[in-house]
């Protein structure tokens, strides 16, 4: 099995290409390289200098203002004052671990679950959302005694060894690990009588039994409920119920990865699982959770958590810490008071459907996919229909010459990866349309 | 191969024993397990409601003031103005990922990659100390080809999946995964002549042969220099330059976990592995990095990250960002213009020397240990020589009715653990060792 090529290679500098950079710059990018070395990765053939974040908006080192339509991170927009002044005020009281009771972090994990359905009762803290899904891993390998693990293609959950092993878009030389499986992404497009739904359970049910044959068991399937690496899948609502009946049916464990879907971002609901009316045995969640205070977490069912800890013991030092309980939520409260999640649908329904129209007038416009301020754009050759990954990376460069930042991602990394701030506007969504359409005009 | 028990058996909060809590406490304490459930681990039969932190001190919510000589991560001291005035201001300006250059993180990888000996040259920063061991150890693998790791009985490195295989403190039904070996700690009252260093290295021979033997080969050997969890062994400095050579002819990494003994702890410089005159092939870094702000990092050589990276992709989200960046720079301006390294050597040997002084009065003492301030003390049955752990449980509850904060380590539980934040003054030595020798003096 082949894994696929890290979509950063295109749009990245390359340490040592012959371009003119200024002699400031060039220096600069000498010691970053020489600092980070090899893990160092810049956005850009030539890389931007960040200052100052505000909402939607990241700042250079020269004052350009540069709309921010890549960064999930900042879901509630960068630097949020309400976010920043919660966690500048809990750093000056008090920071310390979870063995001593607190209010603030008791009050902020009683909210949180809240937030989802039962039987899901039990909330661990962790750092990243990398930590989460190794936790959620090694959970639902305590809870199935089996080992096998089920994800799509181009799938990213992290960055520790064993989340990496189902992180196929983070591989380049390394093979698929035997304990996992991976299946195509849910394309709507591409799914036999156009049944999505019936298509994906079937491949996850071939990949139980490829886990099965090699005596390596099934232990969980791992999914992002809006395909992010993979391209953006979010259609139809309710897709996924059939494949977590199969997941249970076969005595596995549904991952649901809320990292990226998570706190909003598909408009329905806080959560991407919701859109599905499905309850997952496990979620995992990171980014957005505290705006880029680094955090994240697990929520799974009680008796699942019980079972994991007869065997190990679980502490992070700094998960649950009450910087993180109050950035977290800080962002609650920015996402209700705001009605962010609102907006992400109000703003997102209106980008996906202009982009649709300009998929009409654009035949270089393969698709259009998404849910909420979440939506993958495609381009492919009008007359083959083959992923145009060169015009993806034209158009991320010319967006930056306009002022906006943006990405791509999939299999091919033919699809703009359209991902702004949850307080991104329609007058945002009208500037990069505007762009993209006079990008597309000029061709590539 | 056996693993220990969890030291947090002991002086830990139990959830569901009949103790005659306030009705308030006993409601919070339900809440608390309904949303942790297993996961949670509470420090005292009565735990303690935190509040504020400043300095060595905590604060608990009716007011009262505990002495800090536990949590060794507000290693500048609780909520230093400094640090928490940097948090905000930073986070008030931008806080985004690696992929952009930015002056505040290139300055503090600078600044931090100068505090290490050549051919250290290399940073990657991750979140926690956790992450930072887990990538070590995939970079371990990526260099030398091989598996298995060696560590001490009782370690801790952290709660990864593939770090938990290293940390047996952390093992309960678990077993030993077959690629790590278990060598006994560093002893130097136990070890034949009193040569620890040469029964040290004998110990690292026959575990790389076992692991040989196996067919599993040998990838590293994982020591945080001081031995924390097992108990504290530090001496005598430059012990671990034998294990270094058996090390390295066996093709092997030496990777020197500073998560508890780095920032100056041991006092002999920045860093555990320095006492020893050694230089590793890879440091890890975490829990006092940015005094509490979620940060961490591991340093090695290029040549060695550039293998690594061959085969697999490494990004860190949260790593690095600019307000972890303003973190660590943070801490670095108050160690330096604290002098808290030097404070560390100056009333760790203090302490150290007074503590010895009182073994000398009272036999229950069994051994104290230690490196700045990082100081095991033991208690140890005056007839057999048997490990007291009733009586370390002891002397730390009753130092919580006295106001300090104290835990225990090793492979018994019976090493006092005395691990205050660096800004520790001979005056909160002495309000210590009074409180001590009045304890001893009461008995059990």
Redesign the interface.
Known sequence: MSATK?I?ALNRYEPGAVNAFAPALAE??A??Q??????????YEQ???????QGVH?YDASGRRYLDMY?N??SVG??H?E??SA??AQ?????????????MV?GY??RL?GKFPAPL????MT?????SN??A??IAIAVTGKRGFIVTRSAYHG????V?AISPS?????PVAPHVRLIPAPDEAAAPDGDVGASFAAHVRAAIDSLNEAGIGFAGLVVDSIFSSDGIFADPPGFLKKTLAVVHEAGGLFIADEVQPGFGRTGGGLWGFSRHGIVPDIVTM??PMG?????GGVVTR?DY??Q???????????GG?P??AAAGNAVLDVLEGEGLVENAAQVGGLLCRELLGLQREFSRIGGVRGAGLFIGLDFNDPETGAPDTPMASHVINAMKQSGILIGAAGLYGHTLKIRPPLCFTAGHASFFLETLRRILSEGA
């Open positions: 890290p950063l600069r990018l010691k970053r020489a600092t980070f070395g090899a893990a160092s990765v810049l956005f890389p931007i200098e960040m200052v100052r974040g990241l960064n991170v900042p960068h630097c004052p976010v920043v966690i500048a750093a000056a009281a008090l920071n310390v671990h979870t063995r001593y009771l607190n209010r008791e994990a009683e679950l009762g039990n909330l661990v750092c990243t959302g990398s930590e190794d936790l891993m090694r960055n520790t060894a064993a990496t983070s591989f380049s030389a390394a990171g980014k705006n880029g205070y680094p955090m009680p958590l019980a994991f800890c007869q065997e190990t013991g679980y502490f992070n030092t700094f810490n910087v993180a």
